[in-house]
C-alpha cells in the first residue's frame, strides 16, 4: 500500500454535469500530482501542486481545475464533463526524493 | 511524433524466458528516465530508475542511450507474476511530478 487513498473508487456521471474528486497523500508528502488516464493509454499529467499552489499543468482545459489544502490532500473538479472524461484519475504523491507513489484511483464514466 | 513511444505489444512468453521491451523520447532535454508497472485495473507502481550507466535489480536490467533517445528493460527468467503492462516514463524537468508516460507493453507470461 502507497498510503495515497482516493475516494471515490466507482462513479458515474452524465454529460455536463460536474465531479469532485478527492486524495489524501502520504504522510510526509508535500506535492500531489493528478493523472488521467483513458482506456488502454498511459497515464496523463493533469497538473501537480505543491504547498497549496498549483506547480506546473499539463495540456487540459480550465474546466480541469484543483486545489490542494493544509494537510496537502488534494482535490479534482472537471466542469461540464464530457464523454472523453471517462477514465481512470489518479492521485500521486511525492517527497523531496521525486518518487511517485499512486493512489488506486478514480474510475470515472460518463454517459 | 509521440513524447514517448513504446513496443505496441502484447508480448505473450513461456515461463523462463528472457523478454525485452524497448521506448524512445523525442525531447532530447528529458532529465530523468523509469520504468513503471501497471497491472490490471491498478494504479502504476516505480520498478526501477534508469541510469545512464545502466542498472540492474534482480532479473531486471534497464538501459539508457541519451544519444539515441532510447531506453530499454530487460527482463530474465520471467516469472507468471511479471504479468502486467510496463511503461516507459520520462521527467521532461521542471516539476517533479510532470512524468511522461507510454502507452504501456503488455507482457502476458504463460506457464
Keep these: ?111 | 511524433r509521440k513524447e514517448v513511444e513504446q513496443d505496441p505489444g502484447p508480448f505473450n512468453v513461456p515461463e523462463g524466458a528472457t523478454v525485452a521491451f524497448n521506448c524512445t523520447y523525442s525531447n532530447s532535454a528529458s532529465q530523468s528516465f523509469f520504468w513503471y508497472r501497471q497491472d490490471c485495473r491498478k494504479e502504476p507502481k516505480l520498478l526501477m530508475s534508469v541510469y545512464s550507466s545502466g542498472n540492474e535489480d534482480g532479473r531486471f536490467t534497464a538501459q539508457l542511450n541519451r544519444a539515441s533517445q532510447y531506453i530499454s528493460l530487460l527482463i530474465r527468467d520471467s516469472k507468471l507474476s511479471d504479468s502486467a503492462t510496463y511503461l516507459c516514463v520520462v521527467n521532461v524537468g521542471g516539476s517533479q511530478g510532470n512524468l511522461i508516460f507510454g502507452k504501456g507493453t503488455k507482457l502476458s507470461v504463460k506457464p
Excluded: M
Design chain 1, 1 to 111: 500500500e502507497t498510503g495515497v487513498t482516493q475516494s471515490p473508487t466507482h462513479l458515474i456521471k452524465t454529460r455536463g454535469q460536474q465531479v469532485t474528486l478527492r486524495c489524501s497523500s502520504q504522510s510526509g508528502h508535500n506535492t500531489v500530482s493528478w493523472y488521467q488516464q483513458a482506456l488502454g493509454q498511459g497515464p496523463q499529467f493533469i497538473f501537480q501542486y505543491y504547498r497549496e499552489e498549483e506547480n506546473g499543468r499539463g495540456n487540459f482545459p480550465p474546466r480541469f481545475s484543483g486545489l490542494q489544502f493544509p494537510n496537502y490532500s488534494s482535490e479534482l473538479n472537471v466542469n461540464a464533463l464530457e464523454l472523453d472524461d471517462s477514465a481512470l484519475y489518479l492521485c500521486a504523491s511525492s517527497s523531496h526524493t521525486g518518487e511517485l507513489f499512486f493512489g488506486e484511483g478514480s474510475r470515472l464514466t460518463v454517459l
